[in-house]
């Protein structure tokens, strides 16, 4: 995944996370932090620390011990005072640290953050092949604190001269499901050039008529064509179908577009922890 | 992953929900029913078959529209009326129905749950060479409402016999990091063979001393080595490390152990999953 440094901070009786963050603000090769911790011993000077490294790139924080449980077992463990849940979660926030729920969610935020671009503005549109699948990417973007652009009729005209009369109006754009590669690009390619859209989340479901590793070759060449325009916007992407959506997901992953196979719930994350982000370091008017 | 059928109810103009449950209820083949639905329309009819059916075996369901945006998605999609959220929350968990929080969950569910053995009770032990991973785990045995057993002294005097003396005591059993294939074994054996203990959660941190496959192997090898003696318990394995985890947990999934690289969350949410369903059904005293 691209890493540059692991470090295990052992019992910290010299350096600690402060002094790693300081360091790794000024390495270049670096520009994600991901750390896993179970307590900080100098909260203080932890949050004046990561305010300011948070500001010029990502600092992602996996705190064990959230709950009274696994305090007491990380107590045990390492003698680490977890502490007050809520309080670590109102410190890293007010830090613009942003939180990983678990262990595989602090993987996938370092590696896709580093990917997406910084997004210009709040506006989100999702694009779907699949009406169920543009439900459960709206409840996604609820529940990652997205906002999912209310359409302007005159770019809703747009959307709609590229699909069938019985897709969806609106946001989702829903193109349904017997599409051929043409109305992806079309339609993607919208959303890239419109200057009111800021991200955008794609959601494919597997047909005979544009097959996975089509759709992911599409979407790359309409992404490169915008960005030999200068246009380069947060795009994520959930697959769902036969196993030929993992191979689609990689090379979409290996072009810049974080994309996941069989889930609806990983990529909204991934865009909603850079948009935190992104939030946190004063980037988002 | 082992499918018996795949029906799409679309418009359920004369088969609805219930009738699918109804017929594969009484379907040799199928042993766990995952479902994905907008709305249910005759949500009294669902609740009563839904509650047969699930004492019989495992009835998954992925609502969709749990937020306002995505029902009103919903509803622009395919006129499902997808409702308050929480009533579909109360009346699903009453119906004894698992719902799993996102697409993926689902299908993690629905795979392991057919794996892993009805648990004969609610006492859960952790094994972990990694106190790390043994915090970790710990937040998700609370955060998954499973029950972390109070380790009782005789038992807990029989598990330190095998490991170093600067292990943690209690639950989790905290091996330490530089151990031999067989402290693995011998705790494992233990966990296994004592019957106060109803269900193992297995943490491995990757080793050159145990590298993952030979962990793989021994785990699989005192499982049979049980088996052949009648004791079969509900065992899932949390793997971190470098790519050879993923073939370790894939050997592992092949012989009945539910096992994730690189999360601590998953394997405890089946193991969380089979708990909700087994109390539901009412196979835990």
Chains 1, 2 share one sequence.
């Not at 750390?35 to 010029?56: I, N, P, T």
């Not at 109305?183 to 097959?211: A, C, M």
């Not at 030929?244 to 290996?254: I, K, P, R, S």
């Amino acid at each position: 995944m691209g890493v540059s440094a692991i470090v295990g901070v052992g019992n910290q009786s010299d350096l600690d996370e402060d002094d790693l963050l300081t360091f790794f603000e000024e390495d270049d090769e670096t520009h994600v932090i991901a750390m896993h911790c179970e307590d900080l011993k100098d909260g203080r000077s932890f949050a004046e620390v990561a305010s300011r490294v948070s500001k010029k790139k990502p600092v992602i924080v996996l705190k064990a011990g959230r709950t009274a449980l696994g305090a007491r077992v990380a107590s045990s463990h390492t003698g680490a005072l977890a502490g007050n849940d809520k309080i670590y979660d109102d410190v890293l926030r007010q830090c613009g640290v942003i939180r990983a729920p678990g262990l595989r969610d602090m993987l996938e935020y370092t590696r896709a953050l580093q990917k997406l671009p910084t997004p210009k503005g709040e506006n989100v549109v999702i694009i779907t092949g699949a009406g169920g699948s543009g439900v459960l990417l709206s409840d996604a973007v609820v529940m990652n604190g997205l906002n999912l652009m209310r359409m302007p009729p005159d770019l809703d005209k747009a959307f709609r001269q590229f699909i069938p009369p019985f897709g969806a109006a609106g946001n989702p754009v829903d193109i349904t499901g017997g599409e051929p590669p043409a109305t992806y690009k079309n339609t993607i390619r919208l959303g890239l050039e419109d200057p009111r859209i800021h991200s955008l989340i794609l959601g494919y479901w597997h047909t005979i008529i544009t097959p996975p590793m089509v759709f992911a070759r599409l979407v790359v060449e309409v992404v490169e064509e915008m960005k030999r325009k200068g246009i380069d916007k947060p795009i994520v992407a959930s697959l769902a179908g036969d196993v030929q959506v993992e191979e689609a997901a990689e090379h979409l992953y290996d072009h810049g577009i974080p994309a996941y196979a069989y889930s609806t719930e990983i990529p909204v994350a991934v865009l909603g922890a850079k948009y935190r982000w992104a939030r946190g370091a004063g980037l988002i008017k």
